[in-house]
């Protein structure tokens, strides 16, 4: 999600942060934009310059499932259209 409101921002803290010598860290959960597609392809080529890391809680069954969709009581097409959304503001 944004990093900052604004580039300018997003650019300020990078810096502050390379002046502190700290690692930042940015979660994404949309893995099939175009942005994620990018980051791929340079990865491809740029190894040991990103990693990916998936934190997905819900164990692939069907006791899972149950509290996956009561964490999205307002609805899986309302949640997932929310980011779809966001993606194109």
């Known amino acids: 999600k944004p990093g900052a409101p604004t580039v300018s921002e997003l650019e300020s803290m990078r810096d502050s942060a ?3 010598g700290v690692t930042v860290l940015m979660g994404f ?3 099939v934009s175009k942005f994620v597609t990018k980051t791929r392809n340079y990865a491809s080529t740029n190894p040991g310059t990103v990693t990916f890391v ?3 809680a819900y164990e ?3 006791e ?3 509290e996956c ?3 999205n009581s307002e609805g899986m097409l309302k949640n997932m259209a929310i980011h779809e959304l966001a993606l194109l503001v």
Do not use: I, Q
């Open 60 to 62: 692939n069954n069907m």
């Open 64 to 66: 899972s499932l149950g």
């Open 54 to 56: 998936h934190n997905n």
């Open 18 to 20: 390379k002046a502190a």
């Open 69 to 71: 969709f009561e964490r």
């Open 29 to 31: 959960n949309k893995n």
